[in-house]
């Protein structure tokens, strides 16, 4: 079965850096689909990046580009969410997801990870 395994996060000050990393086991497909969501208390949930494992321009939300970059490794079947230039407002829960496709990833039936805590003060 497909597991998404998240790491990295924790506390940074404004202006800091972190990284997230989800490793993906189990897709039955060679080429799919990988992206990170965002959530925090009380807001919507927002999609901030995703990327085709096979190879495909990235997708960055207008919130996060110029400081946030977004890479698949192969290899290592993970993608990986460099986040630099950190701001109060990119405090939320981070969640990695998986299908088929990047269109409508996030939808009902997609895989996801565990979430991990980005805290940005």
């Known amino acids: 079965h497909v597991q998404l395994v998240e790491s990295g996060g924790g506390s940074v000050q404004a202006g800091g850096s972190l990284n997230l990393s989800c490793a993906a086991s189990g897709y039955p497909y060679n080429c799919f689909c990988m992206g990170w969501f965002r959530q925090s208390p009380g807001k919507e949930r927002e999609g901030v990046a995703n990327v085709l494992t096979c190879g495909s321009t990235p997708y960055l939300a207008d919130s996060v580009k110029g400081r946030f970059t977004v890479s698949f490794d192969n290899a290592k079947n993970t993608i990986y969410l460099q986040m630099k230039s950190l701001k109060v407002e990119d405090t939320a829960t981070y969640y990695c997801?998986?299908?088929?496709?990047?269109?409508?990833?996030?939808?009902?039936?997609?895989?996801w990870g565990q979430g991990t805590q980005v805290t940005v003060s």
């Open positions: 997801a998986a299908a088929d496709e990047c269109y409508g990833l996030g939808k009902v039936g997609d895989f």
